[in-house]
């Protein structure tokens, strides 16, 4: 991703950004392109606990939800109830979107449990534009700039 778009202005309720709505997630774009050329891979170990029409979720222990979205569905690498590990390839980015194409890109969203004001547990989206960035030096085995 060049920049963070999780409170661009959308109508999904996103409690992180300043308006209460954005985007929920982070757009990646494939160096070209080309539908079904580049890889989507588990963030983290876990076990994928659902397959849409052009999405997966993924869940690892820690209690974090992890969505990846625009998938090719027919040529997916994973299935539900399988076990992942971090860096697996689970599908090629593509421009599915349940019977409407999109861009070809690859939306990443990351949910994480926090207390509502009752003290009860609940997920919230969370920017995963920082983690993206972080991971991609991690690869390219750059020092942390922070």
């Not at 954005?22 to 606990?49: F, L, M, N, Y």
């Not at 421009?95 to 690859?106: A, V």
Request: a neutral charge; charged letters at 20%.
């Amino acid at each position: 991703p060049w920049r963070d778009n999780f409170c661009e202005k959308r109508d999904r309720t996103t409690i992180l950004c300043p308006t209460g709505k954005g985007h929920q997630g982070q757009d990646i774009r494939p160096a070209t392109c080309q539908k079904s050329v580049h890889w989507a891979v588990a963030a983290e170990d876990g076990q994928i606990t659902a397959v849409g029409s052009y999405s997966i979720t993924l869940p690892p222990p820690n209690g974090t939800i992890y969505r990846y979205l625009h998938l090719d569905m027919a040529r997916l690498a994973v299935g539900e109830g399988d076990t992942v590990t971090k860096g697996q390839r689970l599908g090629f980015v593509s421009n599915d979107f349940g019977g409407t194409p999109t861009t070809i890109h690859h939306h990443f969203e990351i949910k994480m449990a926090v207390e509502d004001a009752n003290g009860n547990p609940t997920y919230t989206f969370v920017p995963p534009y920082m983690s993206l960035v972080r991971a991609y030096a991690r690869l390219l085995n750059e020092p942390p700039s922070d």
